[in-house]
């Protein structure tokens, strides 16, 4: 399998379209978990200043900065992947051709989303269960569990369904011999990469600032 790109069939198209898609709610979902830690941090020092000077807790401190912990993580976990930002150990993968590492690529990816969806599945299980007992947490607000339950498999169901975009795209760069394209999707964050964010990163920051006088 040759890794220079040529041209694009048009199945691999709609699926590099379909993947944008997917990946622009995927962002969205991220920055919905980060100020939900932004919210959790926030509720922890009012709490701790309440109980402090003012006497009163909420009582429930434990209970909702879990269900945004869970749900921040679970609901980032697509667009992490899309940016390829998991965690890979790739000491020798990388010094493999592109014929011999686009493949194991796909390998990686299959057995990812497998896990997914044995995640998926009990999350859900866990929900159903939760509605058939109306479960509801031992804090003074007595959430339904349903609720921080959904949320939490929902992200993971995102992730899954990241999964199986990106299998699809890599399945179809892999039938056109377009093993760098199918590289460039799933393989590790290079060096290059990690300069090019930080370097957008510093220019957006510029962007922000207010001109001098």
Not at 35 to 46: P, R, S, V
Not at 162 to 181: H, I, N
């Amino acid at each position: 399998m040759s890794g220079a790109i040529g041209p694009v069939p048009a199945p691999l198209r709609a699926a590099r379209a379909t993947r944008r898609a997917v990946a622009a709610v995927a962002t969205v979902m991220a920055h919905l978990a980060g100020w939900a830690y932004i919210a959790g941090a926030l509720f922890i020092t009012f709490d701790i200043f309440a109980r402090t000077f003012l006497g009163f807790s909420s009582q429930a401190t434990v209970e909702i900065t879990g269900y945004l912990l869970a749900g921040g993580i679970s609901w980032a976990l697509a667009h992490t992947l899309f940016r390829r930002a998991h965690i890979r150990v790739d000491v020798f993968a990388n010094r493999w051709p592109v014929r011999v590492r686009a493949p194991l690529h796909l390998l990686a990816l299959l057995l990812l989303g497998a896990l997914g969806v044995l995640f998926a599945w009990s999350a859900w299980e866990l929900v159903d269960e939760s509605a058939l007992f109306d479960a509801h947490d031992n804090s003074a607000l007595r959430i339904q569990l349903i609720w921080p339950q959904g949320i939490w498999a929902f992200g993971i169901s995102a992730f899954v369904l990241a999964c199986m975009v990106l299998m699809l795209e890599a399945v179809l760069a892999l039938v056109a011999g377009q093993g760098a394209a199918l590289d460039g999707l799933l393989g590790s964050r290079t060096l290059e990469d990690e300069t090019e964010e930080a370097l957008e990163a510093v220019a957006m920051a510029h962007e922000g600032e207010a001109p001098r006088p």
